[in-house]
């Protein structure tokens, strides 16, 4: 994987997350327009470029990781909180087993996100049966990693937590993917492994996108804004332009 993939992953989550050091609650509307658009692109480039990547790749049980990746992801989004897709529950009472659980939920998901990227690039080409870059991939990671490194550093201020500590637990965050990707560069994967661990982080983005694009009204049932349609629409244009 190129320098600069590794240098915009890192990069991206800093600045997501040093951005919640300075505007915090008020900008929580922000945040859902942000999120709607990057569920939306996320679904889009899940479901036109990285299944038709995995499903034709010939390996068997494809469809086995797809599911385990997703319920993975239910049962990391319990220890997490739900920070993936921009919750902020803060407890009133901060503990340590809080803050662990936390970092661990975030962690293993961005972690595991990582590992197909360094070989992506190739699978896509060789599979989807279309050619263009495929930089998609990355750019869905980055997309929904904003606003979760957002929306971490608040729920850790709000948790009283000090500043000093909620920058380690950000550099740790922002690590996690480049440290995946760097890793799976350097191990050999067998090829049907490969399509496995896309289709695991494929079952994650699809719990992801979903849980952004139903849940992100929960005070006003089954209304949308229509800041968030808008933003909904536009992320999905642009990764329907993708396949164009
Ligand atoms: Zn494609
Ligand atoms: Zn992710």
Redesign the pocket.
Known sequence: MPTWQYILLFGTVILGGGAGFYFQKEKKGLLQVVLSFSGAYILGITVLHLMPSVFSSGEGYTGLWILGGFFMQLLLEQLSAGV?HGHIHAPHKVSIGFVISVMAGLGI??FI?GIPLSYYGQLHELHAGHSHTSNHFLFG?VL??IP?AFALVIMLLMSKLKKRIVWLCLIVFATM?PLGALLASIAIIPPGLQSGILGFAIG??LH?ATVILFEMDSSSHQYISRKKLGAIAAGLAISILTIL
């Open positions: 993936e998901h961005a996100e990671i929904h990693h979760a993917s994650s983005l992801i």
